[in-house]
């Protein structure tokens, strides 16, 4: 049964690392400007993330008036 589930392991890390070098792959291909642009919508994501503030209300229900 430890077999099995180390075997399964090794699978599932060897399929992350394709998929990890596969994607720095196509990153490279990437032209500077398709870099430039997706840096920048990074960016303003970062800033309006960090600017963001988390209210709370507090839930009331109605009294049911009869």
């Known amino acids: 049964m430890e077999e099995k589930e180390k075997d399964i392991d090794r699978k599932t890390t060897v399929d992350f690392e394709k998929a990890e070098l596969d994607l720095l792959r196509n990153a490279l291909k990437k032209s500077y400007t398709e ?3 997706v840096m ?4 303003k994501l970062d800033r309006m993330f960090r600017n ?5 209300q507090a839930y009331f229900k109605a009294d ?3």
Do not use: E, G
């Open 35 to 37: 870099r430039f642009f």
């Open 40 to 43: 920048t919508s990074l960016m």
């Open 52 to 56: 963001a503030k988390i209210t709370h």
């Open 64 to 66: 049911k008036v009869s």
